[in-house]
C-alpha cells in the first residue's frame, strides 16, 4: 500500500508557471511514476512518465514545455510546467505502478487551471 499526495495546483496566466509535487508515502523505487491530467468532458490522459531506463516520455502536447523529475530519497515527483496554455487546464494525478505487477495507485489529484 501507498498514498501518493499532490500539490502546487492553482490558476495560472498563460503563458505562466508552476510546479506540481507529488509525496509518496513510502519509497518510490519499487514505482514506475507517471504524471496523467483529466480536463472536464475529456479521458484522463499521460501527461508523462519515468521510463525504466531512467528517461521521461512526454506527451507530443506537453513537449519542450513540461518536464518531469524525481527525488528518490524524498520520495517525491515533480512536473515543472512552463509556457501553460488554457488547454493544459486539468486535474492532474500522480500514478504509481509496482514495477512488474498491475498494481496501481493514483493520487486525488491536484486542480490547475490556466486562464486570464
Known amino acids: 500500500q501507498v498514498r501518493f499526495v499532490e500539490s502546487g495546483g492553482g490558476l495560472v496566466q498563460p503563458g505562466g508557471s508552476l510546479r506540481l509535487s507529488c509525496v509518496a508515502s513510502?519509497?518510490?523505487?519499487?514505482?514506475?511514476m507517471a504524471w496523467y491530467r483529466q480536463a472536464p468532458g475529456k479521458e484522463r490522459e499521460l501527461v508523462a512518465e519515468?521510463?525504466?531506463?531512467?528517461?521521461?516520455n512526454y506527451a507530443d502536447s506537453v513537449k519542450g514545455r513540461f518536464t518531469a523529475s524525481r527525488d528518490d530519497a524524498k520520495n517525491t515527483v515533480y512536473l515543472q510546467m512552463n509556457s501553460l496554455k488554457p488547454e493544459d487546464t486539468a486535474v492532474y494525478y500522480c500514478?504509481?505502478?509496482?514495477?512488474?505487477?498491475?498494481?496501481?495507485?493514483w493520487g486525488q489529484g491536484t486542480q490547475v487551471t490556466v486562464a486570464s
Open positions: 513510502r519509497s518510490i523505487r519499487l514505482f514506475r
Open positions: 519515468f521510463t525504466s531506463g531512467g528517461g521521461q
Open positions: 500514478r504509481g505502478a509496482i514495477i512488474d505487477s498491475t498494481l496501481e495507485y
